[in-house]
């Protein structure tokens, strides 16, 4: 709760920066002394070439939160009409592909980590028994096909569709086999 508050406060100043200039809460007579340029350290020099990657992703896991920085759009017309913009925009724009491949890489290892938590079922999964049935019941099989290919080839065709059909009832035993290891696991404590 005190992020969300800080945030709306943060949230808040910006507007107010935006709208009566970062020294609203000066002196009037010490106002506009300092001429403010796009060079400001405060500035956000991302938000002047493109966007700010804070503003990127709101309320997700990525979120960044909001920028530290200031993105004012009198600073951003300042930059325009800089004589040297496209020398500042060069530079800004390599640190700003800089900020965003960190941020590339840093997701990267996330969703890593998070694909590597996911529990895929698979045949190393199943108790010996499941799996010495299966690879007897696929022995089987190989020994029907190769029966019904001679079978084809020497033209008793009726014979290499019987044991074709054998194969069908095997590969069936297969999948219950499966299924019913499947069950037993979830069901196991």
């Known amino acids: 709760m005190y992020n969300s508050i800080n945030n709306i406060i943060h949230s808040m100043r910006n507007d107010l920066d935006q709208l009566m200039g970062k020294d609203r809460n000066m002196p009037l007579s010490s106002r506009g ?8 350290p405060t500035v956000c020099k991302h938000f002047l ?3 700010c990657p804070h503003d990127l992703f709101p309320n997700t896991k990525a979120d960044l939160g909001t920028c530290p920085k200031r993105h004012d759009e009198y600073y951003k017309k300042l930059f325009e009409r ?7 925009k060069r530079k800004y724009e390599e640190e700003l592909m800089e900020f965003l491949e960190k941020i590339i ?16 079922p698979g045949e190393a999964d199943q108790p010996r028994e499941f799996q010495t049935r299966i690879e007897a019941i696929n022995k089987k099989i ?3 096909l190769e029966q019904a290919e001679r ?3 020497e033209g008793r065709l009726d014979e290499s569709e ?5 194969i069908e009832l095997s590969l069936i035993h297969i999948c219950r086999c499966r299924r019913i290891e499947r069950c ?4 196991s404590p």
């Open 162 to 166: 019987g044991i074709m059909q054998e």
């Open 142 to 144: 190989n020994f029907f």
């Open 49 to 51: 070439v493109a966007f």
């Open 151 to 153: 079978l084809g080839e």
């Open 184 to 187: 037993r696991s979830r069901w």
């Open 82 to 88: 800089d004589p040297n913009k496209e020398v500042y």
């Open 33 to 40: 002394k300092k001429k403010e340029t796009f060079l400001d």
């Open 105 to 120: 890489s840093q997701l990267d290892v996330r969703i890593r980590k998070a694909m590597s938590k996911i529990d895929l």
